[in-house]
């Protein structure tokens, strides 16, 4: 654990902050971890990580230390098949997604209850993040499965930029592994095996290591305190995308990161962390925010825990060509 690095002073800032929150959160969990910069942290992460992959910044990750690389036969592929059933109804008004699309980078957070989408997109313009927005959800009738869209599933920004993916890279599947540097409350390795039984995409789970194997890809999962809110930190997720090739162009092939707050508590929150883990996994893996309030990738106040038949078949949809 990563205790020690700021004495009496961040102490107090949690104390501070523990005064003024709302009710939604708190820091009784890691109420002994000094709130830190997200940006910092991955700063410090590319800094002082292994050749390997590992960091010794990790905090401890209780069992999942021992999980094995997620496997085929432990997790084999859906059947997964087009053709709309009822599609569930769509409760209210979904919340926006808030993103972050700054030229060199995309950001899209995961408010924290009670935080509403343009709230935390005006918080983040005000602290440094000029280019953040709240997208309001698109209802586009689905005319698929295709690329954008299947029943109430989307992918990324439901095609209102261009559609990313993970290309195969000389892979039958595009190979995407998760390298785990986050804390023993999130449960990564589950969420990752889950999302394994995608067709036509092939997610891995390692703890703390990411060796190389050409073609295939390694992305960083950190968590830390990153704080209440009052400044950037009024979000549980965020999953960053670097661009490649400027404004514009296609998600990339590395540097893309998903950061975990263990701020905000689940028993207050009325939120888990495998969904949240859930939930950021299924955006990594090209997927946007599902119209149907109730479901593990809508945009908040989602509920279930599993990834869903309709999200399962679009991303077996956007991943049955090779690119
Ligand atoms: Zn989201």
């Given at each position: 654990m990563r205790r020690t690095r700021g004495p009496a002073g961040a102490a107090v800032a949690v104390l501070l902050a523990s005064v003024a929150m709302?009710?939604?959160?708190?820091?009784?969990?890691?109420?002994a971890e000094p709130i830190i910069d997200p940006d910092r942290q991955y700063a410090d992460f590319l800094a002082t990580?292994?050749?390997?992959?590992?960091?010794?910044?990790?905090?401890?990750?209780g069992g999942k230390a021992k999980s094995p690389v997620t496997s085929l036969s432990t997790h084999p592929k859906l059947a997964v098949r087009a053709g709309l059933g009822a599609s569930p109804v769509v409760t209210g008004d979904a919340p926006a997604t808030v993103v972050n699309v700054d030229g060199t980078k995309v950001e899209i957070f995961l408010p924290a209850p009670g935080v509403t989408a343009e709230r935390l997109a005006a918080s983040l313009r005000a602290h440094g993040r000029p280019h953040t927005r709240a997208i309001a959800p698109g209802r586009a009738a689905p005319a698929g499965p295709n690329d954008c869209a299947y029943g109430q599933a989307r992918t990324l920004y439901e095609c209102r930029y261009p559609v990313s993916f993970w290309q195969n890279n000389g892979h039958e599947d595009p190979i995407v592994r998760f390298n785990d540097h986050s804390?023993?409350?999130?449960p990564v390795s589950n969420a990752v095996s889950k999302w394994n039984q995608v067709p036509n995409i092939d997610s891995w789970y390692y703890w703390n290591q990411c060796p190389f194997m050409a073609g295939a890809r390694c992305v960083d999962v950190l968590s830390g305190n990153y704080g209440p809110g009052d400044q950037d930190g009024a979000w549980i997720g965020k999953v960053t995308f670097r661009w490649t090739t400027g404004a514009g162009g296609p998600l990339p092939e590395q540097g893309t990161m998903l950061q975990l707050n263990d701020y905000h508590d689940p028993k207050t929150g009325g939120f888990t962390r495998n969904m949240v883990t859930t939930h950021e996994i299924g955006h990594v893996l090209g997927l946007g925010h599902n119209l149907y309030s109730g479901d593990v990738m809508a945009a908040a106040a989602h509920k279930r825990e599993d990834i869903g038949g309709e999200n399962a078949t679009l991303l077996a949809n956007l991943y049955s060509i090779t690119r």
């Open positions: 709302t009710g939604t959160a708190h820091a009784a969990g890691p109420a990580r292994g050749a390997d992959g590992s960091w010794a910044g990790a905090p401890d990750p804390g023993a409350s999130w």
